[in-house]
């Protein structure tokens, strides 16, 4: 019984850590994460370039290349969701919704591993297209790493936007989607202006 408890409790922190925390605490955990993506993306040749996007690059010139991506990619997100939810007449409060999208880009973070150690650094189409052997198990590999980390992420931001929106139904998927979507569009439009 206890074993079961457990595993429940630890599923629950891994994919819905907003049943647990909430307010400032969310908020502070947030920013330790987003934080965490700056130091990450200048010495990794990161770039955050889009509100669920994660690319490795030649280089990243400047520490302030990763502050604007990280505040673009999240603060698109934030605004998105919050103005959604308002729409529908939600009570959702900024801070709440501001930390959860902030924490739900822990997958972004732990991807950036196997993105690293199994791109194989292909830079136009023929060259993906005449992979083989081990190159082509390697991008093969990274393509189901990936799709499991952005599913999870979807899980987070989904859970974020349910919980702190108080949404149900139609409003809830609406909501979310349309969120996700004009906050990728946006995002993307953003960086490209800079």
Not at 4 to 33: C, D, H, V
Not at 66 to 79: F, H, N, Y
Not at 126 to 140: F, N, R
């Amino acid at each position: 019984m206890n074993l079961t408890n457990n595993r429940q409790k630890l599923s629950t922190w891994i994919f819905n850590p907003f049943l647990y925390l909430g307010g400032e605490r969310i908020f502070a955990a947030g920013m330790i994460i987003l934080a965490i993506h700056i130091p990450l993306g200048y010495m990794l040749d990161i770039r955050f370039d889009g509100a669920i996007d994660l690319h490795l690059v030649p280089s990243v010139s400047s520490w302030m290349t990763p502050v604007v991506d990280i505040l673009i990619a999240w603060g698109s997100m934030v605004i998105c969701m919050f103005v959604a939810a308002r729409l529908f007449q939600s009570p959702i409060r900024l801070i709440d919704i501001a930390g959860g999208v902030a924490l739900s880009r822990i997958p972004l973070l732990l991807s950036i591993l196997p993105v690293y150690l199994l791109d194989p650094n292909v830079e136009s189409v023929e060259q993906l297209l005449s992979l083989q052997g081990t190159e082509l198990y390697q991008l093969a590999a990274l393509g189901i790493i990936s799709m499991i980390f952005l599913v999870w992420l979807f899980v987070l931001l989904f859970n974020a936007f349910k919980i702190n929106s108080n949404l149900k139904g139609a409003r809830l998927w609406t909501g979310f989607i349309g969120s996700i979507v004009i906050a990728e569009i946006v995002s993307l439009l953003l960086l490209n202006l800079m």
